[in-house]
């Protein structure tokens, strides 16, 4: 049975009721697909927040203790996610990016995922349960905590879309979908139903911040399809804009963001 992968951002996560009503998305998700995999970013401003305490500390902090800091906005989310999910009944465990077998080059702030073992992930949807991951974070070779700068969470979901083999990736935001404009800046704009992805990657390029360019690159590399929709409005008329391409699905070697690097090959590739 295919696996679903669920991003929610930081606008999902404004205040601590927040987490109850993301919880009901889920659940709803769930009754409908066995193998449901979260990606979550801190809470609003909470990364912000991290960096302007650093900085108040040491003028330019040390990036590997930066890393240290900074990750610890997902992790709240993560926990607070899972237990809003066990309120209701709903059997649910969290991960840190390190947990979920996110490894990464040794790049602190800016690092780039080398490859994805997701060993734990894989055996707690064989026991039923939803899994939450801490966005934005892996593990070095090194073996040190590290963050894929901003946007990374959109990085992750992705790059655990192509490891689990997902059927799709939804990208839950604060606006119905992407759209050609600034919606905030242009009146009356209605979202696009569907783009290619290099039409939503140009899109990106020119500004517009619904989704991190590596991680249009990487679904695109790894044909996985997007969807990106709105937290606020789900279920009313427009559902969000498709990402994705009219090629046939190729799933026979896993690309990740090293380029030299491919996971899971064929012994003749």
Partial sequence: ??????????????????????????????????????????????????????????????????????????????????????????????????????????????????????????????????????????????????????GGSDTTAVALGVALDAGEVIFYKDVLGVYKKDPKEYANLMPISYLHYIDALAIVRTGAQILHSRALVLAEKNHIPLLVTSFKTRGEGFSGTQIGSSMQRDVQCKYYELQSVKVACPASH
């Fill in 1 to 150: 049975m295919e696996t679903l992968v669920l991003k929610f951002g930081g606008a999902a996560f404004s205040k601590a009721v927040d987490f109850a009503s993301i919880a009901d998305i889920i659940i709803e998700h769930k009754k409908h697909t066995k193998n449901v995999v979260i990606v979550v970013s801190a809470m609003k401003d909470m990364t912000t927040a991290l960096i302007e305490l650093s900085k108040s500390v040491h003028p330019s902090p040390p990036k590997r203790e930066q890393d240290m800091l900074v990750s610890v906005g997902e992790r709240i989310s993560m926990s607070l996610l899972a237990m809003a999910l066990h309120v209701k009944g709903v059997n649910a465990v969290s991960f840190t990016g390190s947990q979920s077998g996110i490894i990464t080059n040794t790049d602190h702030a800016s690092a780039l995922i080398q490859d994805v073992k997701p060993y734990r992930i894989q055996e707690e949807l064989v026991r039923g349960n939803v899994v939450i991951v801490a966005g934005f974070q892996g593990m070095s070779v090194d073996k040190e905590i590290t963050t894929l700068g901003r």
